[in-house]
């Protein structure tokens, strides 16, 4: 007879094998018995077979290990999760985890609110719209948005305290200091004067930070170097390595009067003679703008002719149709180009040539075309888009080297002399072309590139320093070229400022007074040392031989050692290798860290009046002096370090400011742009 369910379950042993006696564990929950294998079992969650043939233990296991199971997604859960979420309900076998709690906190999300509007430049009056308060409502009930009021309360809250932050942060990570300055006139015909710093902070970062963005009460030099001053002094920044502003005549006489300040605060260095940078992008706009001039009337016909086409969307679509015919693949818009912005020319030249078939087939089926051009120069003569092709390398050349010294975020000190006596050279190989026109174009090319760069006094040593500190390049790579460019009178005489002042630079830093004797120094032994100080005979060899022991400089060892190959596809970070070879080169490294901050334009300045406009546009134009300020200084310090993350629309926002870079008129401001931020 057999016995019945009851009976049997009150006898089983405590291992029993039985399958009744293992369904009860609540491990269960998680495994399905598998029908094709005896005591296997396949986990919910991966698939993979379990054996059970003992107990449970091994399920259990599998459990707590799986990569799809619920223990591996919670813990996924809490790393993502704030600190302040608190997880309950833990069940053996699996947990369950029950909805997160966040703390609220009224003067955190405030803040945070504060810093919104302040980078995301949103009017004042939003934080009153009715929707947006709908909003927070659904997301926090018990947030109590902010008046108009207190809104503006707490911005200026949040640059008090910004400010100090990055006070601090520049009394740890800056020694000498880079400034760029500008100014520029907004849309209440106030006049603004931006003045950025420049630095390589203690990890080998370079930085870029506003320090002030106020009303100042003209233009001239002089008010400019007085306000700059006024400025080092209430963020304790009395150590100047460099002043890079434009080449109007007005800011020679600033420069003077800042020097003059400085040196009396003993903060120069090489006795202050090169803290003057000119920007780079201005001169290279003025040497283009010169060679433009021989293509005047052929660049204002194809202008017309892009202008007529562009003026009214029948007009475009008629083009495209020709180009269609043409079979033109070119996808790319012809633009029109700004008359003052030579970089903008540039790009209407180039795009317009790949359209030039569907121009000449316009020419034969559009009688309007014809008769609109005429009133002006013309339609563009085939002369005209020859010489348009001419062109295009010079400008290309110098476009080209505009993008690559325009950037605030990237160390461009090192390559400015570079960028100069590449450009040097083209214009000498375009004077011997056997084309008329382009010996033309670059002999005046030649006449305003010697204005700045073909004369050794013109020349700022500290940008030839850069290049020494380019461990590709150092001191050879710089003679090479001075040889190349210059007579020998000039090239001897440049040689040896660059030389001398290389000396002096090394000397200042290691604590050195100008003009002292070379580092070269010879260990004195003396003759009545005890023999037992000299237990190895050092002593006894110097003097039997004649030998001296020469104490090289870091300068000269870093000198002799072999340069670092140049690997065109290889992007090589300067920065980088100064941080490893820093403890090899301490003084070098100290004199590195303050060059290459050095901006050779003034773009960060200018990238502050975009800010400025957006802030200032017609719709806030009430807004005070004070307020622009902290708007625009608050912004971007809270952007933070310069490897903030741009999104896909900062990018083609930043292509599109790109194209609008540097074209003013010789001795004038340049226009506001936007290269970084």
């Not at 400025?231 to 009395?238: A, F, P, R, S, V």
């Not at 204002?300 to 202008?307: D, F, H, S, T, Y």
């Not at 980088?576 to 901050?597: C, D, H, M, Q, Y």
Request: with cysteine; charged share 25%; aromatic share 10%.
């Amino acid at each position: 007879m057999e016995p019945d369910a009851s009976t049997t379950n009150t006898t089983l042993p405590p291992h029993s094998s039985t399958s009744l006696r293992r369904t009860r564990s609540l491990v269960w929950e998680h495994f399905t018995k598998n029908s094709d294998e005896d005591h296997k079992a396949n986990c919910n969650y991966c698939g993979i077979l379990i054996k059970y043939l003992t107990g449970t233990s091994a399920m259990k296991t599998h459990l707590m290990r799986c990569d799809e199971g619920p223990n591996k997604r919670l813990k996924r859960q809490r790393s993502n999760s704030s600190s302040s979420q608190t997880v309950e309900g833990q069940v053996s076998g699996g947990v369950r985890s029950s909805p997160s709690y966040f703390k609220f906190d009224q003067e955190i999300c405030q803040k945070e609110l504060v810093k919104m509007f302040v980078v995301a430049e949103l009017p004042f009056r939003f934080v009153e719209n009715e929707s947006f308060i709908k909003f927070l409502s659904v997301l926090q009930p018990r947030f109590s948005v902010p008046s108009r009021s207190t809104l503006t309360r707490h911005i200026f809250i949040l640059f008090n305290e910004e400010r100090e932050n990055l006070k601090k942060f520049l009394s740890m990570h800056c020694g000498r200091v880079c400034l760029t300055t500008d100014t520029w006139t907004s849309i209440q015909n106030l006049t603004y004067m931006s003045l950025t710093a420049h630095f390589v902070d203690n990890n080998w970062k370079l930085q870029k930070k506003i320090l002030n963005f106020r009303q100042i009460m003209g233009h001239s030099g002089e008010i400019m170097a007085k306000n700059v001053e006024i400025c080092l002094n209430e963020w304790d920044l009395n150590r100047v390595f460099s002043l890079t502003v434009d080449n109007a005549s007005s800011n020679d006489l600033g420069i003077q009067y800042l020097k003059k300040r400085l040196m009396s605060w003993h903060s120069v260095l090489l006795k202050g003679e090169y803290i003057h940078m000119r920007c780079c992008a201005h001169i290279l706009c003025l040497i283009v703008k010169d060679g433009l001039k021989e293509v005047d009337d052929s660049i204002l016909r194809i202008r017309g002719a892009v202008k007529y086409i562009r003026s009214s969307p029948s007009r475009l679509a008629r083009f495209k149709a020709c180009a269609e015919q043409e079979k033109i693949t070119y996808k790319g818009l012809v633009c029109l180009d700004v008359e003052t912005r030579w970089n903008s020319t540039y790009l209407m030249l180039e795009a317009a040539l790949k359209y030039k078939k569907a121009f000449d087939l316009l020419e034969m089926q559009d009688n309007k075309y014809v008769e609109d051009l005429h009133k002006g120069k013309g339609v563009p003569l085939e002369s005209d888009w020859n010489d348009a092709r001419l062109l295009l390398p010079f400008l290309k050349m110098f476009y080209d080297a505009t993008i690559r010294i325009s950037g605030s975020y990237h160390v461009t000190s090192n390559i400015y002399m570079k960028e100069v006596f590449a450009i040097g050279r083209k214009i000498r190989k375009y004077q011997e072309n056997n084309d008329i026109f382009i010996r033309s174009m670059a002999t005046r090319m030649r006449t305003k590139y010697d204005k700045y760069w073909g004369r050794a006094n013109g020349i700022n040593i500290l940008l030839l320093i850069a290049v020494v500190l380019d461990p590709r390049c150092k001191l050879e790579y710089v003679n090479h070229f001075i040889d190349y460019l210059f007579d020998d009178d000039q090239a001897n005489e440049l040689k040896l400022k660059l030389s001398s002042s290389l000396r002096s630079l090394y000397e200042q830093y290691q604590g050195i007074e100008e003009g002292s004797q070379s580092n070269h120094q010879v260990v004195q032994l003396d003759d009545d040392d005890d023999d037992d100080d000299d237990i190895h005979g050092m002593s006894f060899y110097l003097q039997t031989t004649g030998r001296r022991f020469d104490a090289k400089s870091e300068l000269d060892k870093y000198l002799k050692e072999d340069c670092e190959p140049f690997i065109k596809s290889v992007e090589f970070d300067i920065l980088n290798w100064w941080k490893v070879n820093s403890t090899r080169f301490p003084i070098l490294g100290s004199i590195a860290r303050e060059v290459l901050a050095i901006p050779v334009s003034t773009v960060a300045s200018e990238s502050s009046f975009s800010t400025g406009g957006r802030v200032l546009d017609p719709y806030r134009s009430s807004l005070t002096p004070r307020m622009v300020e902290a708007l625009v200084c608050t912004q971007d310090w809270l952007k933070g370090s310069s490897f903030f993350v741009f999104t896909n629309e900062d990018f083609e926002e930043l292509e599109k400011l790109e194209h609008e870079i540097l074209s003013p008129q010789e001795g004038t401001s340049l226009t506001a742009i936007n290269l970084d931020d």
